[in-house]
Nanobody
C-alpha cells in the first residue's frame, strides 16, 4: 500500500488547511486509517483515526472540535480538515494505514509526511 499526503503549508493562527491522503495498491489489506503528527523534539502522536471497521472516529483531545477526519472510499482518499489552527499544531503530519486483527498489528503503512506550519 502506498500513501501520498498533500495539502500542508504555512498558515496563520486561526486559519484552516485540508490534508489529503491518497492510498493505492493493496488497499483491501487495511482496516484502520488515521492521521498522526510529529513536532520537533516530540514523539509522534495520534491526531485522528477511523476505528477498525471504519464505523467510528477517535480524536486527540487537543484537536477535538477543530479537526475533522473524513474519507472518500470511491477515491481511496482520506482527509483531515483542520480549522482554528494554533501554533502548537505545527508538525509534520503523517497518513497511516494498517491491518489490525484483534490486538495484532499485521500491516502498518506510512506516508512520507507533509509539513504544517502555523504562525502566531
Amino acid at each position: 500500500v502506498q500513501l501520498v499526503e498533500s495539502g500542508g503549508g504555512l498558515v496563520q493562527a486561526g486559519g484552516s488547511l485540508r490534508l489529503s491522503c491518497a492510498a493505492s495498491g493493496s488497499t483491501f489489506t487495511i482496516n484502520v486509517m488515521g492521521w498522526y503528527r510529529q513536532a520537533p523534539g516530540k514523539q509522534r502522536e495520534l491526531v485522528a483515526a477511523f476505528t477498525s471497521g471504519g464505523g467510528n472516529t477517535n480524536y486527540a483531545d487537543s484537536v477535538k472540535g477543530r479537526f475533522t477526519i473524513s474519507r472518500d472510499n470511491a477515491k481511496n482518499t482520506m482527509y483531515l480538515q483542520m480549522n482554528s489552527l494554533k501554533p502548537e499544531d505545527t508538525a509534520v503530519y503523517y497518513c497511516n494505514a494498517r491491518l489490525v486483527a484483534g490486538t495484532v498489528l499485521v500491516y502498518d503503512y506510512w506516508g512520507q509526511g507533509t509539513q504544517v506550519t502555523v504562525s502566531s
